[in-house]
């Protein structure tokens, strides 16, 4: 059965650091999500992306957040400079177009630890 | 304010026993979802049911909606110790992103 996938499923970090986190979503879903959970607290919606461009972002998804979708396959979440309380799960949902549902399929997401 | 709040928090029952989440919500919505998190997993969806359903099965699970009250409840039967996760609620918001409740934490003793 086809799924999402991502890496790495953990990653330390000094704060300050720019972190990468890859996701590829399942082959003919076109839209893409990143939503974050710190630890033992609620799932949070960060970004959606639908048509090479961002379609939706939260309060959370300031300027040192960004994606892209370098190529077919990849979509990446890229923290320019970690902070602290960016420590957290991130994960990686995907979607087929034409859903008239709104089932969203995650990852197993990237623990994110910066120190 | 929060869309899409779960009740309780944490429940802890027996297998075999009967296991009963809530979820409030606060906007209109044209489907509501469940989902399934394992720890420090990624979330699995279980069930959808649309605004013009009042209840659906699957398995095991139970779910209903009152939109008059804005409120689910997912009832699992029977459960078993592999029930044990946490359970989210969520209701799309602008037809493309769902937005996730604060989940009940379920937890099965054999």
């Known amino acids: 059965e086809p799924e999402v996938t991502q890496t790495p499923s953990h990653q330390v970090t000094q704060m300050g650091q720019e972190v990468i986190l890859r996701c590829v979503p399942i082959?003919?879903?076109?839209?893409f999500y990143w939503y974050r959970q710190i630890l033992g607290q609620k799932v949070e919606f960060l970004v959606s992306f639908y048509n090479n461009e961002i379609s939706e972002k939260s309060e959370i998804f300031d300027d040192q957040f960004s994606v892209e979708r370098p190529d077919g396959s990849n979509f990446t979440l890229k923290i320019r400079s970690t902070k602290l309380e960016d420590s957290a799960m991130y994960f990686c949902?995907?979607?087929?177009?034409?859903?008239?549902?709104?089932?969203?399929?995650f990852g197993e997401g990237s623990r994110l630890t910066v120190l | 304010s929060q869309q899409g709040e779960e009740d309780p928090q944490a429940l802890s029952i027996q297998e075999g026993e009967n296991a009963t989440m809530n979820c409030s919500y606060k906007?209109?919505?044209?489907?509501l979802q469940w989902y399934r998190q394992n720890s420090g997993r990624g979330l699995v969806h279980l069930i959808l049911i649309r605004s013009n359903e009042r209840e659906k099965h699957s398995g095991r699970l139970r779910v209903t909606l009152d939109t008059s009250k804005k409120s689910s409840s997912l009832l699992i039967t029977a459960s078993r110790a592999a029930d044990t996760a946490s359970y989210f609620c969520?209701?799309?918001?602008?037809?493309?992103?769902?937005?996730f409740g604060t989940g009940t934490r379920l937890q099965v003793f054999p």
């Open positions: 906007t209109s919505i044209n489907n």
């Open positions: 082959s003919n879903h076109l839209y």
């Open positions: 969520a209701t799309p918001k602008n037809t493309d992103k769902l937005i």
């Open positions: 949902a995907s979607m087929r177009e034409g859903s008239n549902t709104g089932e969203l399929f």
